[in-house]
């Protein structure tokens, strides 16, 4: 495959600006994973080789991670964090045992472990002076009618998911911190992971070898996608917003929705290709709707100026970057 020309990460409208005229450290737990790294490349064209003086990055073990453009950093083992001085900071927590580990331990040893990373991130922030929080929740925090789930044994990730949103709501209720808590459904962009686990990743692949598109569900499945950079960009806004409030949580989601065949259809066009979508027919009356309301996160990305990118080009983007590979 023909390696494109990195189109850079930036962020946009007034967090590119509030982020120019801060001094607090930034710190990213989960720096590797996709959003950990999409943000690192962001931070980098604010700060460029001030980079590692202004971002400290943590994770479960100790790396280097490159940069699309060449650009490293060092990751430490997130018991580091202890290492960390008092200071003035913004803290990006995106470090967790994701749902597919539930399968490789036991689950008592999945919700311990993922119980002692929240504690032990929440002890450190209120140490090391830590002003303003992202955490990363998931839409997996609802059941197919929208209620939040109860059950710890059938959805643990879910569920462990709303006890942090709690956590951190807590802190900005007692701590006067200002927390941002995206329930995150479907997203797009660079550096996206677990390439076969993703409706939108698994099709681009399969176009770009000149394969077939196959799609085994036999009913409707609708989707909608934003880019990891819109949704930074956003977080980035409302934490440096000049006004008194302090939590906000929201859903993610794209302008528009999209049936999983469409989507395939869209690949094809995005990446002009013609390669054939196989897909048995479809039960009109069953439908899987794996959607956030995106209520408060539209409207704030065009209040504060976000790019918020279409999802054709949503497609180009993260092809782009699967091209690499």
């Keep these: 495959m023909t390696r494109p ?20 450290r930034i710190i990213i737990t989960g720096t590797s994973g996709w959003i950990g790294m999409t943000t690192l490349e962001m931070l980098h064209g604010i700060f460029g080789r001030a980079l590692p003086r202004r971002v400290s990055c943590f994770g479960s073990n100790a790396k280097t991670l490159r940069l699309r453009n060449g650009f490293s950093v060092e990751q430490k083992p997130l018991n580091r964090l202890a290492d960390l001085s008092p200071s003035p900071s913004t803290l990006l927590h995106y470090a967790y045992l994701t749902r597919e580990k539930t399968v490789d331990r036991p689950l008592d040893e999945y919700i311990t472990q993922n119980r002692s990373i929240s504690s032990y991130v929440e002890h450190q922030a209120l140490r090391i002076g830590v002003n303003r929080i992202f955490f ?10 929208r ?11 879910g569920f462990l998911k709303l006890e942090d949103e709690k956590r951190f709501i807590k802190l900005a209720d007692y701590a006067d911190k200002r927390v941002a808590i995206a329930r995150v459904f479907n997203v797009s962009g660079p550096y996206i992971n677990k390439w076969n686990s993703y409706a939108l990743s698994s099709f681009i692949l399969d176009a770009l070898r000149g394969n077939e598109i196959a799609i085994n569900s036999s009913h409707r499945v609708m989707r909608s996608y934003t880019e990891v950079a819109q949704l930074i960009s956003m977080v980035f806004a409302f934490l440096h917003a000049q006004d008194s409030e302090k939590v906000l949580l929201f859903d993610t989601a794209g302008e528009e929705e999209v049936e999983i065949g469409i989507l395939a259809a869209l690949v094809n066009q995005a990446l002009g290709v013609d390669v054939p979508v196989n897909r048995a027919n479809v039960d009109l009356a069953r439908e899987d709707r794996y959607l956030g309301t995106g209520e408060e996160y539209l409207p704030r990305s065009y209040a504060y100026g976000v790019d918020v990118c279409p999802l054709k080009r949503q497609i180009q983007k993260t092809a782009d970057y699967l091209k690499s590979y």
């Design 5 to 24: 020309t990195i189109e850079p990460l930036e962020f946009t409208g007034l967090a590119a600006m509030a982020l120019r005229e801060s001094e607090d």
């Design 136 to 145: 990363t929740s998931s839409g997996a925090v609802y059941n197919a009618d």
């Design 147 to 157: 209620s939040l789930t109860r059950d710890i044994e059938k959805n643990s990730y």
